[in-house]
């Protein structure tokens, strides 16, 4: 209940306390945490609210006043010397004006009462000493810890047929997915980025082996740009090789230009070969250009 501050108009007010008399300083909005205990107590007691049915504006607006009235010395001198654990010890239904149902039916319990069914509770689970003589014949029989209650079985049952049944359908499913995932994989180390040629490597190894494939690839790319991007073999470049070579595929074409101009040069004269010859050599020719245009092409696109 807040207190009676109805005062009349000629009495004096109460007399303002010093903090330096106090041993206490002056406080702010940013303490709103640390004097929770004491803003709770100020507000049960002299405004007759409750802190948990506050909202937060409305308790920042009360705290405010709360600061106003412990920098001028108007609270209670006990609020000033409040002890915290003696604060967090009071009732939880100082803390909010809520009350139980059974709060107000009369239903009271005394020390007595809860001390007897403490110990009752425990009798009910203590642990005899199995070592002990017993004290008579007629003494019941000891057990330890609580009894079974009768007709329980002990250890697991037996599985029914609709267990085994269910059991067996989940064996053959986790089969099937094994094969399937079997599967997969052989596929995926098949696909490879080789072709297909050989096993996949997998994990670190499929990343390392991948990581040296790029660098060898780069490495000839860059090998090819400094040539000139033309890959020529030494045998072309040097001239050797068989009678399939570039060099002599070139000499075949100038002697068989060298013939054709000889032969063109007769038939302008009128002391060449026979019409019928001419075109015969000029087949041959023809197929010998032909040749020769597709070997290059092969051998370099």
Known sequence: MPRDRSRSRSGS????????????????????FKKNSEFRTWLREERGKYFDELSGERARHYFRKFVKAWNKGKLPKELYNADEAAESAQPASSQTSYRWSFAGNGLKVSAAELRAAREAGESRHATYDLDAPPTSSA??????????????????????????TLHREEAVESARGERRAASKRARE????????????????????????ARRDDDKAMRDRKEDG????????????????????AIARRDAARNRWAEKKAAVGSGSGPSNDRLEAMKAREAETMAMFRNMAKERFG
Do not use: N
């Open 229 to 248: 991007g033309l890959e020529v073999g030494e045998d072309v470049l040097m001239g050797a090789g068989g009678s399939d070579s570039f060099q002599a």
């Open 13 to 32: 007010p109460a007399p303002r306390l010093s903090l330096k008399s106090l041993g206490v300083s002056e406080i702010s909005e940013s303490d709103y």
């Open 139 to 164: 003494a019941p029989k000891r057990t330890q810890g609580p009894s079974l209650a009768p007709g329980k079985t002990i250890g697991p049952s037996l599985p029914s047929a609709s267990d085994l």
């Open 189 to 212: 180390r098949l696909e490879d980025e080789d072709g297909g040629i050989g096993p996949k490597a997998v994990g670190r190894e499929g990343m390392m082996e991948k990581k040296r």
